[in-house]
């Protein structure tokens, strides 16, 4: 009977030095984040839909080589930085990070918008590697007013890796207004 107590209290305490050694339950989420690293261009115009990319700043950049979507992993790793249409009028980032790095319980990002508020978003779980989602978190006051603001971020990886949907909907008077969609594929050599 000692010896199966010390066995049982042995295995259970290894375990624990296991999972402490673990990045958190949202790691391979934050993982699938990093994946989307590198530059992206829009995708031809039969790929587009909606009305997101026939703004004048946007329209100019399909089918052409010109960046319009960048993933970085900067801070050794801990944070993504997402610029959506670099160097233009329109361009907004979003940051994306662990809410705490070596215990990645859960994964946040705030939206630096060109509407020129910065609503802060929490990923909502799943198993898909190649889907990211992210909700407003409604324990902000922007996420939960009438104002107009970035109320969701949806990135769907290709299974190739070579193509990614990105949806932004927006939300106004506190209630859904419309989806902003835009289709990149991966800059050749990014």
Request: glycine share 8%; hydrophobic share 30%; proline share 2%.
């Amino acid at each position: 009977m000692y010896r199966s107590s010390t066995t049982i209290l042995a295995l259970a305490f290894a375990a624990g030095l296991s999972q402490a050694g673990d990045k958190g339950a949202q790691w391979g989420s934050y993982q699938n984040v990093t994946k989307l690293s590198g530059d992206w261009v829009l995708s031809a115009k039969e790929r587009q839909e909606g009305k997101a990319t026939q703004h004048k700043v946007v329209a100019p950049m399909i089918g052409t080589d010109a960046t319009a979507m960048r993933f970085q992993v900067i801070g050794r790793g801990s944070t993504v930085q997402e610029n959506l249409l670099p160097g233009t009028a329109k361009e907004m980032a979003t940051m994306y990070h662990c809410d705490n790095f070596a215990d990645c319980t859960e994964i946040k990002a705030t939206h630096y918008c060109a509407k020129q508020n910065q609503p802060q978003l929490v990923m909502a779980v799943n198993n898909n590697e190649n889907l990211v989602v992210l909700n407003c978190d409604m324990n902000t006051p922007l996420c939960k007013s009438n104002e107009g603001h970035v109320h969701k971020i949806t990135h769907e990886l290709s299974e190739k890796g070579d193509h990614l949907k990105t949806t932004y909907t927006i939300y106004e008077g506190g209630k859904f207004q419309k989806n902003s969609t835009y289709h990149f594929d991966r800059k050749t050599g990014s």
